[in-house]
Nanobody, 120 residues
Framework: QVQLVESGGGLVQPGGSLRLSCAAS????????MGWYRQGPGKQRELVAA???????DYEDSVKGRFTISRDNAKNTVYLQMNSLKPEDTAAYYC??????????????WGQGTQVTVSS
């Protein structure tokens, strides 16, 4: 089955940086979209950054200029470089992808999440 596995979260001081990784594995035929969402305490899950089906990138306004999404298509992996982190970036970060499998099914898949805590 398709799996998304995230890594790279942790505790960082304000102004610091972290890099998240998300690797998709399994019977993947095509990845249409892939990106990162986050859910902070008491908040709804929101899009942080993603690659659209057309290959462009989309960012949440508050992270523009600080976060950068990139990908390695050969590894079915996306990265999120987070710089100038702020306490309000504290959240559980989830990877998500819309994937077509070799069995011709198409679904949204989610990783288990990785915690990012920005605190002094």
């Amino acid at each position: 089955q398709v799996q998304l596995v995230e890594s790279g979260g942790g505790l960082v001081q304000p102004g610091g940086s972290l890099r998240l990784s998300c690797a998709a594995s399994g019977p993947i035929s095509r990845i249409y979209t892939m990106g990162w969402y986050r859910q902070g305490p008491g908040k709804q899950r929101e899009l942080v950054a993603a690659f659209t089906s057309g290959g462009s990138t989309d960012y949440e306004d508050s992270v523009k200029g600080r976060f950068t999404i990139s990908r390695d298509n050969a590894k079915n992996t996306v990265y999120l470089q987070m710089n100038s982190l702020k306490p309000e970036d504290t959240a559980a970060y989830y990877c998500s992808a819309n994937i077509v499998t070799f069995y011709y099914t198409r679904n949204d898949y989610w990783g288990q999440g990785t915690q990012v805590t920005v605190s002094s």
